[in-house]
Each structure stands twice: as structure tokens, then as C-alpha cells.
């Protein structure tokens, strides 16, 4: 194979996409990635970045445009890490992550079972119910906005296509009240600042909007101005809430969380069940897609006819809930304290009598479970974007489950850990794609493995 040098340039069509929706082309027998190319295109590119295992190049004429390339809405496109793929038409963007989910099935687990469909989003704007905005000192005063991508650089913005106008509105008044008072943002080297980060959540079902402002320290005798700054400007907002997070690092909620005024809690409606939310729990982004998923989810659960469901990351109690009709008894586990008291408040409002949950995180919840010599029919999934520790695949295994249900934000832990279940005698049998994400590369997808 020949060796390639910075900044040669050559003229390639682009044959596929990589899982971060780079243009993938082929030069001297290597693939080589080029940002924002579609397939079929035909562009002069030059070479920047060549390692051992991959080559990097930028587009830097476009001879032959594809049919499926727009303009990006968004002023930040191309600078700020959200959207990463608003030069898409929909319909190719929707193309691009089926196949993406297929590869990773078929390259990373191994498999010869694909996905089937894509479900693609009614909204492709503003569909985000939650918000998460850093804040940084820039040109010498707070701005609120987004990390450039893989850097801690802030890209400030005024408005997202993606988030709310009221999370944009709300985080604006944020970082005016801190210029007014002269509070400087939070420094993570230093550890000197007030704000670090602004995460905001509506409900898409009703008028609750919670307003979390994350702080190393309070606001002290501001906080009453704060507070009524933010209703003034922000009237439809129910609850504002300050947590004070004094950690080292990038976790964003952490410490402890004050109610500043009215409710901490968003009340919202997801098939046809109604939630209480509060920050620290987990609610899927984009309601409108999640229920298509957890649909999804259920109709695959209800292939095995399950007695007892087990929930292993339940969050809010949000898919266990909305399964609870598919089986004889629920229960559901979840590490954070606050999800737990959610989850259980949310069966009592619903009269759901047959679900119980469980403070523990997935591999203990398994365990007792197993201990109590309670053997799950369908045990559910959905976790974070590492995948399940293999202690946890062991511990499921255990049970001895009719099936698995797997709800996965991240493809390829998915693939992985497919591969892994295939070893304790789990096959793949059904997988749908969701388009959960609009405008950036990210998909959700739900997986039925079964004995």
C-alpha cells in the first residue's frame, strides 16, 4: 500500500459513510474520510491527518453536488458540537443512520440479522424537551452555548434549531443577570466562577418548564433578584432550581439541588401515562419519537408473553410503565434515588398496581433478584451510551430470561454486547432503527434477543 503525504490533493467519489457521517472514499487502497461529503459526490481533497489506521482528508472543491445536499439552517453548523449533519436531506440523513446501525451489526457483533426499518421524526426542529448549555467566559464576559466538538472550546449562541426558544430565552437571562452583577462563569481549571452549566426541561404535554442552574456556589443575597428576573423574563417557567455542584470534571448534575421556587418536577404525558420528572432523573429527549420506540420496545416484550418484566436502568419508570399492561409484574431498578422516587410516584398516579422499583444499580438489581429466586420472563434494557458491564450480562444470563429487550442509544455498544449475549445462548431476532436525533448523527434502536 502507498504511503500518502499532508497535503496532497486528489479527486475521489465519495462510496459510503463512516459512523460519524463522514464521506468515505478510497485512494491508493485506503479509506479516507472526508467531513461533510455525501455519497456520490465528486470532490477535490487534500490530505490533513494520515496515521497507521486512518486518513483523514478535507473537501476543498466540490466538483459533482449530490442531490440529497442542503443548507444548513443553523448559523454555528460546522463549529459547535450538536448537529452534525444539517447538509443532509432528511431522507438521506435517515438512510445514512439505518445503515449505520446495520454496520455496526454486521461488522462490530457479528450478525446476520439486520435491522428492518428506520422510524423516522415527525419534527426535525425544536423537537429537544431538555436542554443542556455550558457556560464560559468569552470576550470577557458569561455566554451560554455549546462545546466545540471533542474541546471545552465555547461556541455561544443565541438560538438552537434543535432546543426550545424558551430554553434559549431562559439561559439568555441566565448569563445577562450574571454580566449585570459582574459573576464571572465558572473556570475548570481554577475552580473559581459561579455557573457551569444551564440544563433546562419542559414538558411537551402540559406547562411545566424547570430551570436548573448549576452552580459551584449560590448566589447568596442575588438570589431572590436572580429568581425574579428569570419569572419576568421567562413567565411560563414553573420551577427554578439551583444545584450546587462543587465536583472536579465534566459531570453536570451533581451535589445538591435547591428548589429556588415553585416545582422542581415536570408533569408529562408519554403513551398515554402521565410522569413526574424531576432533574435528576432520565426522560428521553424527544417525546414524539420516544413513543414509537417504547411501541416498539413493547410489541417486542410481548412476544414472549411475559409474566415478570425486569427493568434493569428504569429511570422515571418510564418503559417499564408503559410494558406493565404486557405482563403479570414489573419491577424496575435504578441508581439514582430521586428516578426511583419518580418511577414509584408515577405507577401510583397511574394505578398501576403491578410495578414495583428497586435503588440499585443493573448488576445488583440482577443479583437480588436472582437471590429472591425470582427468574425474569423478558428482562429490559436501556443504558447509558457505554452498554452494559459484562458483570451485568452475567447476572441477566443468570435469570435466565425467556428474552432480552435492549433499548440503545449507541450502536456500537449495542453490537458489542450482542456479541457478548450470544455467548450465554441469546440470539438476535428483531432490531428497529429510531430516529430519535434529528440533524445529528446519533440513532436509537430497540433489539429483541431471545433463547
Same mark, same amino acid.
Given at each position: ?129 431538555? @436542554?443542556?448549555? !455550558? /457556560?464560559?467566559? $468569552?470576550?470577557? &464576559?458569561?455566554?451560554?452555548?455549546? =462545546?466545540? *466538538?471533542? #474541546? ?17 430565552? @431562559?439561559?439568555? !437571562? /441566565?448569563?445577562? $443577570?450574571?454580566? &449585570?452583577?459582574?459573576?464571572?462563569? =465558572?473556570? *475548570?481549571? #481554577? ?17 411545566? @418548564? ?137 405507577a401510583r398516579r397511574n394505578g398501576i398496581e403491578n410495578a414495583e422499583f428497586l435503588c ?92
Open positions: 500500500m502507498e504511503n500518502f503525504m499532508k497535503n496532497e490533493k486528489y479527486t475521489v467519489t465519495i462510496e459510503s459513510y463512516s459512523s460519524e457521517g463522514f464521506g468515505v472514499c478510497r485512494v491508493k487502497g485506503r479509506a479516507v474520510f472526508v467531513a461533510r461529503a455525501l455519497v456520490g459526490e465528486l470532490w477535490e481533497i487534500r490530505i490533513v491527518k494520515v496515521t497507521s489506521s486512518v486518513v483523514y482528508a478535507r473537501g476543498e472543491t466540490l466538483l459533482q453536488p449530490s442531490p440529497a445536499r442542503i443548507s444548513p439552517l443553523c448559523p454555528h453548523f460546522g463549529r459547535c458540537g450538536g448537529c452534525d449533519i444539517c447538509h443532509m436531506s432528511y431522507e438521506e440523513e435517515l438512510r445514512f443512520k439505518l445503515g449505520r446501525v446495520n454496520d455496526a451489526l454486521r461488522h462490530i457483533g457479528r450478525q446476520s440479522v439486520q435491522a428492518e426499518r428506520i422510524l423516522g421524526g415527525d419534527r426535525t426542529e425544536h423537537y429537544r424537551n431538555k @436542554a443542556v448549555f !455550558a /457556560v464560559s467566559e $468569552f470576550n470577557g &464576559q458569561p455566554a451560554f452555548g455549546f =462545546y466545540r *466538538e471533542r #474541546s471545552h472550546e465555547l461556541i455561544p449562541i443565541q438560538s438552537c434549531a434543535l432546543q426550545s426558544e424558551l430554553s434559549c430565552r @431562559a439561559a439568555e !437571562a /441566565v448569563v445577562l $443577570f450574571m454580566r &449585570q452583577l459582574h459573576l464571572p462563569a =465558572y473556570d *475548570e481549571e #481554577s475552580g473559581k466562577g459561579t455557573v457551569r452549566h444551564i440544563f433546562f426541561r419542559q414538558a411537551e404535554n402540559g406547562p411545566g @418548564a424547570v430551570l436548573c442552574i448549576v452552580s459551584a456556589r449560590g448566589f447568596g443575597a442575588h438570589t431572590q433578584a436572580l429568581v425574579q428576573a428569570l419569572r419576568d423574563t421567562c413567565p411560563e417557567l414553573t420551577g427554578i432550581v439551583l444545584n450546587i455542584n462543587k465536583s472536579r470534571g465534566n459531570t453536570i448534575l451533581s451535589g445538591d439541588f435547591y428548589t429556588l421556587w415553585g416545582s422542581e418536577l415536570i408533569e408529562d404525558r408519554l403513551c398515554g401515562l402521565s410522569f413526574s420528572v424531576s432533574p435528576q432523573a432520565f426522560f428521553q429527549v424527544n417525546p414524539g419519537q420516544t413513543e414509537k420506540l417504547y411501541a416498539c420496545a413493547a410489541e417486542y416484550a410481548s412476544q414472549l408473553s411475559p409474566k415478570l418484566l425486569v427493568d434493569l436502568y428504569c429511570g422515571a419508570g418510564t418503559i417499564g410503565l408503559c410494558m406493565a399492561r404486557h405482563a403479570q409484574r414489573v419491577i424496575g431498578a435504578e441508581i439514582v434515588p430521586e428516578a426511583v422516587e419518580n418511577a414509584a410516584e408515577n440499585a444499580d443493573a448488576g445488583e438489581a440482577a443479583r437480588e433478584l436472582f437471590k429472591r429466586g425470582l427468574n425474569a420472563d423478558v428482562v429490559v434494557v436501556d443504558p447509558p451510551r457505554k452498554g452494559l458491564d459484562v458483570a451485568v450480562i452475567e447476572a441477566i444470563a443468570a435469570m435466565q430470561p425467556k428474552g432480552l429487550v435492549y433499548v440503545s442509544c449507541n450502536v456500537a455498544s449495542l453490537a458489542r454486547d450482542i456479541l457478548r449475549l450470544n455467548e450465554f445462548g441469546y440470539a438476535l431476532r428483531h432490531a428497529t432503527a429510531v430516529d430519535m436525533f434529528p440533524r445529528t448523527r446519533h440513532v436509537e434502536t430497540a433489539a429483541l434477543l431471545s433463547r
